[in-house]
């Protein structure tokens, strides 16, 4: 017992998806439990803080966190586990790059709140969730969000990168062995590859006239799905997934984040796209008809950076525009 | 609100071929234009793509200008308008990310226009003055 | 404050980010109310808006990763209404097989992963071994690897036809991406006669190691609400139909079907839970109260069966009989959501079978044509209960409006209230029994809450936390999930 390794798992703000990617390599955990003691996973065992506020510091040889860094809760968990640990691993898109919920830096908390609670269905009495509340039996605190959407290394320091929403059997088939046996680098999980470079459909970087919704253009199989004129973020999207999006024909929306070496997902496709739109003769085109074509692509925003906004340059809304 | 003691920091990429010789030209045509512009020399606009941009600005650019041969004349023959769609998709994305698109711009100069070139230094210096500074680093907590 | 008064179990866990209940006592400190509290927020329904339609449904199956299919389909179903298409019927039949795949995994993850340590392993083991791999031990290696393959025959389904299993993508507006070829369905068929077999026996172990045991907390933990779920022709379905609520005496109430949830349903906003609450418009919100007064209903699998006349295939429906001439229906009992879920188990095994001996599978026909955008509603019940997407798409194929109402919202009161009446037995002057934080915890498990629906958020199986107030308002007790301490 006492030569395995310790390890933990813990979730922020996350899906669940992430927790479930790990019962995923199905017999699998069983080779990892035999190498492994799991001494923490509130989601699948019962959790309890105090054994890791007892804990040694570093005491736990490997810590995985999913999910981003949302509240202030998230936050001092993770700075406990990474003094409890010797090494924290990112685990997932969220906690490595920002994840799908950095869509809400687009905004402000309050723009979210309000409109989340004055949909079409709800009691239009004003009423919204508070930090502190009086019930009448006594008080009741609810936590405060965090400016914006965080990844986990905004807060703390991150050993090991594992992008995915979530992470894939393969990926983990490579990753579980190479960490428990110590030998893995802050990148080397991220592939340097990109989802074209994996992807089963060649690609053969056409003009593209114009961009397409997907219910709009009837698909060829075997044929590239960009290269057909559906916004397929392969061209900037790291490929240690192998593809599976366009393997079963649905353009791949971009889940892994940039490859290696790359800052920017949304920067890094706007290039790659920007080289390809447009008609063969386009010499001829006007500075409008150029302006039409770029407008197809419909919220680059968005659909560049869906995973990964948090990580880019900018990172969030910005107040620049009204003044 | 243009702030009185500020001055902006503004990149400008200079296409060898064409714009590059217009900022030469105004040079010994002793042009004036502010000295607010820091170029950088590009063998085409093309060479500029959105991430060069992106880190200008995380890196305290205020404005980020761009310039190429006029539309036909690229030395790499689409190179310009490679470019041309790469702003108009970063400009979009700047607008939604709540950054005035303004602080980026686009500018066909020949080896010619020692004249325009020095006048559109000076334009964008002066939009650039009139949006204010851009602060990305300021941390929130 | 009487110190001696003051029972302080340590904080044994301080993992509320999820889900944490409160409890305050009265006077003669006995339970005054107890309060569950969902501390997170995302902000899907703002964030959505500015999104290109079609991408929708892979943005919202981020709302949560334990029923993405569930997410994803409502979405893509909202999208057919919004751009006005009917999907080929091979199309949404490979929606159904796929969907049925993630139902069949997700609801056998529930029990053996989630719930059935606390029945199979016991309450009273020790909580390392309260877990799977506990679970494993006593039911056996070889079941134990059953279980798992079980399990990933679901997520193969769902994988096959949408490239992962977390996550896939499969939905467009007007049909699927991908249908399945010869091999693939001969292995699906191949599957699922195992499936079925498979989920005969988990409701076997279900009679003998939890109906048999537990016949007294079947019985007594019990809340009289209404059941709400949706029906196709009476009978049971997740994704087709129309939703059907029934009241507490199990006579028909109402049923709704596209935008029409506005007139039967309405959300209640509590300030101190980022939890929404549902409740029927007619009734009205009544608080957290039971009975037919109450605008309260409930979801998921035993609102689903409630609500339903039968099931869609023979051997569930045998099943179903045989629930309902124990319990009576409707069944009130929050345990024999257990029931429920297993009975669903087969009815979705058998339908994987139905539909892979079907080789119109294999057809090309899986995409019709849109026409012009506009409002669409989608609705699909989840392993949870009923989930409701409501979108406006703009002329340019963008979202304009978002709503959501996702299952555990549903059962959000209903939860609280299981809660509060197990607390309310369980302590007694002050003095909380050892088996409080089990039944609070049983009675939420029963639902299988999933507080990243609810929240549009976190994670599904929650850590609990509880803490406990006296009269004067001062912390009494901590108490969390990690039973195994307070003796
Ligand atoms: S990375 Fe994806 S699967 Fe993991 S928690 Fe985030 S959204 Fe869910
Ligand atoms: S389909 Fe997508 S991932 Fe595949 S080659 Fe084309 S652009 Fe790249
Ligand atoms: S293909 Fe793209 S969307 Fe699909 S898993 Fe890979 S990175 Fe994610
Ligand atoms: S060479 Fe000047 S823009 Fe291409």
Redesign the pocket.
């Known amino acids: 017992m006492s030569d395995k390794l310790k390890i933990g798992f813990y979730?922020c703000a996350?899906?669940?998806?992430?927790e479930i990617?790990v019962l995923d390599i199905d017999d699998m955990i069983l080779d990892v439990v035999e190498k492994a003691e799991i001494v923490f996973w509130p989601c699948a065992m019962d959790p309890k803080y105090e054994d890791v506020e007892k804990m040694d510091d570093g005491e736990m040889d490997i810590v995985f966190v999913?999910?981003?860094i949302r509240s202030d809760e998230n936050h001092e968990m993770v700075k406990l586990l990474r003094q409890k640990a010797k090494k924290v691993v990112a685990y997932?898109?969220?906690?490595s790059i920002g994840?799908?919920?950095g869509l809400g830096n687009l905004y402000d908390n309050d723009e979210l709140m309000e409109y989340g609670y004055n949909t079409p269905s709800t009691d239009k009495d004003g009423v919204m969730p508070l930090d502190d509340n009086m019930v009448p039996e006594g008080d009741l605190h609810l936590p405060g969000l965090t400016h914006h959407v965080r990844p986990l290394d905004e807060v703390i320091d991150v050993d090991v990168y594992l992008p995915?929403?979530?992470p894939l059997p393969n990926q983990l088939e490579e990753a579980f062995p190479a960490l428990l046996s110590g030998e893995v680098g802050k990148y080397d999980l991220i592939s340097q590859k990109s989802v074209c470079d994996v992807c089963p459909l060649e690609r053969e970087e056409k003009k593209i006239p114009r961009l397409y919704p997907i219910q709009e253009k009837k698909l060829e199989a075997e044929e590239c799905i960009l290269d057909q004129g559906v916004l397929c973020m392969g061209p900037a999207t790291s490929g240690m997934c192998d593809g599976p999006c366009p393997e079963v024909g649905h353009p791949c929306i971009g889940?892994n984040g940039p490859v290696r070496g790359v800052k920017d997902q949304g920067a890094r496709m706007a290039s790659a796209l920007g080289s390809v739109l447009g008609a063969e003769g386009e010499e001829r085109m006007d500075e409008d008809e150029i302006s039409e074509v770029v407008k197809s692509v419909r919220d680059p925003t968005g659909s560049f950076y869906r995973f990964s906004l948090p990580t880019s340059y900018l990172r969030y809304k910005r107040r620049d525009l009204h003044e | 609100m243009a702030d009185n003691g500020f001055e902006p920091k503004i990149i400008v990429f200079l296409c060898n071929w064409c714009s590059y010789g217009g900022g030469d030209l105004a040079g010994v045509n002793r042009e004036q234009y502010p000295t607010n512009v820091l170029g950088i020399k590009v063998m085409c606009s093309s060479r500029v793509s959105p991430e060069h941009i992106m880190e200008s600005f995380n890196d305290g650019a205020d404005g980020v200008l761009i310039t190429g041969c006029h539309p036909g004349d690229c030395h790499y023959i689409d190179g310009n308008y490679k470019t041309f769609r790469k702003i108009g998709l970063i400009s979009k994305m700047l607008e939604d990310l709540g950054i005035n698109p303004k602080r980026l711009r686009l500018e066909w100069i020949s080896s010619a226009e020692g004249g325009k070139f020095a006048q559109v230094m000076r334009e964008m210096t002066e939009q650039i003055r009139g949006l204010g500074p851009l602060d990305l680093k300021e941390e929130v907590e | 404050m009487n110190k001696d008064n003051k029972i302080e179990i340590d904080p044994i866990t301080r993992l509320e980010g999820h889900g944490k209940i409160t409890i305050f006592l009265d006077e003669e400190k006995n339970v005054d109310n107890a309060y569950l509290q969902v501390p997170e927020f995302k902000g899907f329904e703002k964030f959505c808006n500015g999104r290109r339609a079609e991408d929708m449904p892979n943005i919202t199956s981020?709302i949560c990763?334990v029923c993405p299919v569930a997410h994803h389909l409502a979405s893509t179903k909202a999208l057919d209404d919004a751009y006005g298409v009917t999907p080929p019927e091979p199309a949404l039949k490979l929606r159904e097989l796929i969907y049925n795949g993630y139902i069949y995994a997700d609801h056998l993850l529930h029990f053996y992963f989630l719930a059935s340590p606390d029945f199979l392993v016991g309450v009273d083991a020790p909580r390392e071994s309260r877990n799977i791999l506990g679970v494993i031990e006593k039911v056996g290696l070889d079941i134990g690897k059953d279980v798992i393959k079980q399990r990933a025959n679901g997520q193969k389904i769902i994988r096959t036809l949408g490239g992962k299993a977390?996550?896939p993508c499969f939905g467009i507006p007007g049909g699927v991406t991908k249908s399945l070829n010869r091999e693939e369905r001969e292995m699906i068929l191949d599957m699922s006669e195992s499936m079925v077999e498979f989920s005969k026996f988990t409701l076997d172990i279900f009679k003998d190691k939890v109906l048999k045991q537990y016949s007294q907390p079947i019985e007594e933990d019990r809340l009289e609400v209404y059941s709400m779920g949706l029906v196709e022709d009476g009978k049971l379905s997740h994704t087709g139909g129309e939703v059907n609520i029934v009241d507490p005496t199990g006579k028909y109430f109402a049923s709704f079907s596209g935008t029409d949830y506005l007139d039967v349903i309405r959300e209640h906003v509590e300030p101190w839970s980022y939890m929404k609450f549902p409740y029927l418009k007619e009734v009205g919100w009544k608080g957290f109260t039971e009975g037919q007064d109450s605008g309260v209903y409930r979801v998921g699998p035993l609102g689903r069966l409630n609500a339903s006349k039968s099931m869609k295939t023979p051997i569930a429906q045998k099943e179903f009989e045989e629930m309902f001439d124990i319990l009576g229906k409707p069944v009130h009992s929050t345990l024999a959501y257990h029931w429920a879920r297993l009975i669903e188990v087969i009815q979705s095994a058998e339908l994987v079978k139905e539909l892979a001996e079907d080789d119109t599978l294999e057809s090309d026909e899986i995409r019709a044509e849109t026409g012009e955008p506009g409002r669409g509603v989608g609705i699909v019940e989840a392993a949870r209960g009923t989930l409701i997407h409501d979108y406006v798409v703009d002329e340019g194929g963008l979202i304009e409006d978002v709503n959501l109402i996702v299952a555990t919202n549903h059962n959000a009161a209903p939860i609280s209230m299981s809660v509060t009446d197990a607390a309310r037995k369980y302590v007694d002057g002050g003095d909380v029994k050892p088996g409080m934080l089990n039944s609070v915890e049983r009675a939420f498990r029963a639902y299988d809450p999933c507080l990243a629906c609810a929240t549009h958020s976190a994670m599904g199986e929650t850590p609990l936390e509880v803490t406990i107030y006296d009269s004067k308002n001062c912390k009494y007790k901590k108490v969390t999930q990690g039973l195994g301490d307070n003796r």
């Open positions: 979730w996350a899906c669940g998806g992430c990617s999913n999910g981003s997932g898109s969220c906690s994840g799908l919920f995915g929403c979530p889940c | 981020r990763g977390v996550h």
